[in-house]
């Protein structure tokens, strides 16, 4: 048994390989949502909205300082997105191509 520590926690080595294994996987899902989105399967991209939403009026919100321009900001890019999503090239890098969408929207209102 092979333990590591983190802070004050100790994990046994396969709980550390279950970690980075439940991160991938987490990574392949998202890839995978994101592809079927690009399909245009309206319900891939309803879970994206629904998995991106805070993180984009959290976002956006810190840029404009305002609830309803952030608000505001959030729907345009995730419009954006929407339109867009077929030129997305990775898709697993989405989380980062969503945050530019909506760094630019908040930035413009």
Same mark, same amino acid.
């Given at each position: 048994?092979?333990?590591?520590? @983190?802070? =004050?926690?100790?994990? &046994?080595?396969? @709980?550390?390989?279950?970690?980075?294994?439940?991160? @991938?996987?987490?990574?392949?899902? =998202?890839? @995978?949502?994101? +592809?079927?989105?690009?399909?245009?399967?309206?319900?891939?991209?309803?879970?994206?909205?629904?998995?991106f939403?805070?993180? !984009?009026?959290?976002?956006?919100?810190?840029? +404009?300082?305002?609830?309803?321009?952030? &608000?505001?900001?959030? &729907?345009?890019?995730?419009?954006?997105?929407?339109?867009?999503? !077929?030129?997305?090239?990775? *898709?697993?890098a989405? *989380?980062?191509?969503?945050?530019?969408?909506?760094?630019?929207?908040?930035?413009?209102?």
């Amino acid at each position: 048994m092979v333990l590591i520590c @983190e802070g =004050l926690q100790l994990y &046994q080595f396969s @709980e550390i390989i279950g970690k980075v294994k439940s991160y @991938e996987h987490r990574a392949m899902q =998202l890839a @995978e949502v994101v +592809t079927a989105a690009q399909a245009g399967d309206k319900e891939a991209f309803d879970q994206l909205v629904i998995q991106f939403q805070d993180m !984009a009026y959290a976002s956006a919100y810190a840029i +404009t300082g305002d609830s309803q321009l952030a &608000q505001d900001a959030a &729907q345009e890019a995730f419009l954006d997105a929407y339109q867009n999503l !077929a030129q997305l090239r990775q *898709p697993a890098a989405f *989380p980062g191509w969503f945050s530019r969408l909506v760094f630019g929207r908040s930035h413009r209102l």
